[in-house]
Structure formats: structure tokens, C-alpha cells
Nanobody, 126 residues
Framework: QVQLVESGGGLVQAGGSLRLSCATS????????MAWFRQAPGKEREFVAG????????YSSDSVKGRFTISRDNAKNTVALQMNSLKPEDTAVYYC???????????????????WGQGTQVTVSP
């Protein structure tokens, strides 16, 4: 049974940093694509960052570029998201996602990912 488990969320002041981690189990070979999404209250789940098995990365927009960095360890089937210079608008539940399908580019929509974690809350105070 495949499981994804996020950790590292919490409460931080604006300008602070958090590192989210996602551990996967139930799979013996690397995922093709792994990603982080987030969902704020009353909003749709949105793509934050993704990474393919070969290291190719994608970020959602200028709002996170330069502040967030996604990385992965293929041997351990883990993915991390380093978040710096956090802003109150980054407050959301952050979800780890993974998929084994072959993509030419990093997929950026929720329907592209088959497996999901339960989410971890990130709250940034002003």
C-alpha cells in the first residue's frame, strides 16, 4: 500500500522559514513526478512546485520563485520543500503528491497525480 506522509509544517512569523518533507512507502522504484500543492480556506488546491525524477523543476509563479526550493532523493523516494521569506499569503495546508506516469514536463494539475499525502498545515503570522 502506497503512503505519503508530510512533516515540517507549523506556525512561523512572516519572513521566517520552514522545511517540509514527504516520505513515501509501499513503492520500490522512483516516482516520475513529485510535487507540492497547497490549499487555503475557501480556495482550490493549487500547484506550488514539482520535480521530475531527472531533477527538472517547475514552480507555480513568481510568488514562490526565489523563495521556495523543491528537492528530492530518488534513492529514498522523498521530496522536500524549503520555504524561505514566508508571507501570510503562504498560509495553507500543504500536500505532497506523487505519480509514476511518464510526463515530458512537470505536471502541474492535481488530476495528474495519483497519490497524495494527508497534508500539513503551514501558518504564517504577520
Amino acid at each position: 500500500q502506497v503512503q505519503l506522509v508530510e512533516s515540517g509544517g507549523g506556525l512561523v512569523q512572516a519572513g521566517g522559514s520552514l522545511r517540509l518533507s514527504c516520505a513515501t512507502s509501499g513503492r520500490t522504484f522512483s516516482w516520475n513526478a513529485m510535487a507540492w500543492f497547497r490549499q487555503a480556506p475557501g480556495k482550490e488546491r493549487e500547484f506550488v512546485a514539482g520535480i521530475k525524477w531527472n531533477g527538472a523543476r517547475a514552480y507555480s509563479s513568481d510568488s514562490v520563485k526565489g523563495r521556495f526550493t523543491i528537492s528530492r532523493d530518488n534513492a529514498k523516494n522523498t521530496v522536500a520543500l524549503q520555504m524561505n521569506s514566508l508571507k501570510p499569503e503562504d498560509t495553507a495546508v500543504y500536500y505532497c503528491a506523487a505519480d509514476s506516469s511518464t510526463y515530458m514536463v512537470v505536471p502541474q494539475t492535481p488530476r495528474d497525480y495519483e497519490y497524495w499525502g494527508q497534508g500539513t498545515q503551514v501558518t504564517v503570522s504577520p
